[in-house]
Every structure is written in structure tokens, then in C-alpha cells.
T-cell receptor, first 115, second 109 residues
Framework: IAGITQAPTSQILAAGRRMTLRCTQD?????MYWYRQDLGLGLRLIHY???????GKGEVPDGYSVSRANTDDFPLTLASAVPSQTSVYFC??????????????FGPGTRLTVL | GQNIDQPTEMTATEGAIVQINCTYQ??????LFWYQQHAGEAPTFLSY??LDGLEEKGRFSSFLSRSKGYSYLLLKELQMKDSASYLC??????????WGAGTKLIIKP
């Protein structure tokens, strides 16, 4: 693995189903993030984690949950998917979440469609 | 509220120069980032400004004026591969990135 990987690449999901998007990084970065990207809107932060064992809510956290059991993995769970959660989801990481100047590295994204 | 504004779309000619502007209003300021995003791909880091002035990196330069809440990305000697969206993002007082919607740059031969 080099950088950040996400799985699945794409998924079509029935409304009401539970879904977990996976994210793994091998850069030993302390901070990890989940964003959604919708047409005409900027990336919006869903949840973040500044270090293993801690998580925080971003701008649009409702309907999503995360966990950070270790440094490398940061899964995002949709407990009961709704059509408004149709989006492209990006996972990102940075060396530190509490310092300026740390660029974020992005995974390839997961394209999720909820019907 | 927090707001990042940048033009939706710009068109330029191969070999020319283009300037993409970004204005911002945020809760605190810990630097401004520019990212490039090709269609269907992830954003990739281009530049970071935290002090006023111009940062040059090859064909790309980024300028910041904190007093005006303004930045621009300057791309010189445009190539067809520069066709992409350019995202402006500001790190706020909580060290979270606030993103603009992006500027789609179309390069014509």
C-alpha cells in the first residue's frame, strides 16, 4: 500500500441499508478526515480524527459515524442510508490535525449512490 | 458564516497565462491551500500560503493578501494537462479546511 486506499470504489445501495466505507493509510499520519463532494459545492467535512482513539464532528455529521481504533484505519459508517447521501466520499490524512501548513493527502474516493 | 468564493469556470488558451481568484471570510486563519483535481480523481496539493506575498513553484504561483481576504493562483505556460478544477481552501481557527466549490479550468488549443 502506498498512500491512502479506499474501498469500495463505487457502490449502489438501497435506502435504509447500512454501509461502511473503508479507508486505510500507510503514512503513519496522525490526523484523518472524511469529506463528501457534491456537484457545485465545496468539499464538506463529515468527521475527523486528530489522533488514534479520538474523533470529532465536522460540518455535516448527521447520519454518519466513524471510529479510529488505530493509526491506519478510519472507517465511515452510514447507519441507514438515504438518497441525500448520494455523493463522492473522500478520505484524507495529514501529519497533524492541530497545526497549520500540513497538507492533506486524499484517497481515490468512493462513489456512492443511494436509491 | 464562513465563505470561500471562486469563479465557477474559466477558459484559457494553451501556452497562455491564467489567474484564478479566491476570496474568503472565515473564523480565524491558519493558511490558505490550493489543490488541483482532475475529473474523476482525488484532489492533489499545489500550494500553501500563510504570509502575505507570492509563492512560486515552477509554472504555478500563489499569492495571498490576508488584509483583503484574497488569494490567486497563477498558472503560466498552460498545457492541456492543466485542464482540471482548482480548489481554494482556508484553514480556520480550529485547523479545519473550509473549501471553495472549485474553478473548472478549460484549456483550448
Amino acid at each position: 500500500i502506498a498512500g491512502i486506499t479506499q474501498a469500495p470504489t463505487s457502490q449502489i445501495l438501497a435506502a435504509g441499508r447500512r454501509m461502511t466505507l473503508r479507508c486505510t493509510q500507510d503514512m503513519r499520519h496522525n490526523a484523518m478526515y472524511w469529506y463528501r463532494q457534491d456537484l457545485g459545492l465545496g468539499l464538506r467535512l463529515i468527521h475527523y480524527s486528530n489522533t488514534a482513539g479520538t474523533t470529532g464532528k465536522g460540518e455535516v455529521p448527521d447520519g454518519y459515524s466513524v471510529s479510529r481504533a488505530n493509526t491506519d484505519d478510519f472507517p465511515l459508517t452510514l447507519a441507514s442510508a438515504v438518497p441525500s447521501q448520494t455523493s463522492v466520499y473522500f478520505c484524507a490524512s495529514s501529519d497533524s490535525g492541530l497545526a497549520g501548513g500540513n497538507e492533506q493527502f486524499f484517497g481515490p474516493g468512493t462513489r456512492l449512490t443511494v436509491l | 458564516g464562513q465563505n470561500i468564493d471562486q469563479p465557477t469556470e474559466m477558459t484559457a488558451t494553451e501556452g497562455a497565462i491564467v489567474q484564478i481568484n479566491c476570496t474568503y471570510q472565515t473564523s480565524g486563519f491558519n493558511g490558505l491551500f490550493w489543490y488541483q483535481q482532475h475529473a474523476g480523481e482525488a484532489p492533489t496539493f499545489l500550494s500553501y500560503n500563510v504570509l502575505d506575498g507570492l509563492e512560486e513553484k515552477g509554472r504555478f504561483s500563489s499569492f495571498l493578501s490576508r488584509s483583503k481576504g484574497y488569494s490567486y493562483l497563477l498558472l503560466k505556460e498552460l498545457q492541456m494537462k492543466d485542464s482540471a478544477s482548482y480548489l481554494c481552501a482556508v484553514m480556520d481557527s480550529n485547523y479545519q479546511l473550509i473549501w471553495g466549490a472549485g474553478t473548472k479550468l478549460i484549456i483550448k488549443p
